[in-house]
């Protein structure tokens, strides 16, 4: 894992969108009332069924989104318990959305070029946007 200091802001995809909650509330409908910029709370799952590192996304009304991928799931949760981890929606896209999460306190900036859509289709595997390098584990 890189030292605290080296991580710098990043962009993360959030999948599971076309999945229905618990409770009944829509994701898909929950992504289009989120507007660029507006907090988003990522919650571990550690008893979740199917991937005891699960990070769950909700809205800044409590709703959730969807998950981090599987892929980046085991380091966001390792940094939620060693730092304090900030995170705004981004955008939507066709497979959920985008965050940009930032961590010791800092505020994620969204850039314009990160609210642009890109040709991205709901099949997809997201892949890392719109940084160029994933700080290793």
């Not at 900036?109 to 609210?115: G, N, P, S, W």
């Amino acid at each position: 894992m890189p030292p605290l200091e080296a991580l710098r802001p990043f962009s993360l995809a959030v999948v599971g969108a076309p999945y229905g909650n618990r409770d009944g509330s829509n994701r898909q409908f929950e992504i289009l009332l989120c507007k660029p910029g507006e907090e988003v709370e990522l919650r571990p799952e550690p008893r979740n069924k199917h991937d005891r590192n699960a990070i769950a996304v909700h809205s800044c009304r409590g709703v959730q989104i969807g998950y981090v991928t599987a892929e980046r799931a085991p380091l966001i949760g390792s940094l939620l318990g060693r730092t304090e981890v900030r995170a705004l929606f981004q955008r939507k896209a066709a497979f959920g959305a985008w965050i940009r999460v930032a961590f010791g306190g800092e505020v994620p900036e969204l850039t314009d070029a990160m609210l642009v859509e890109h040709d991205e289709t709901a099949d997809a595997e997201p892949e890392f946007y719109p940084d160029e390098e994933w700080p290793d584990e």
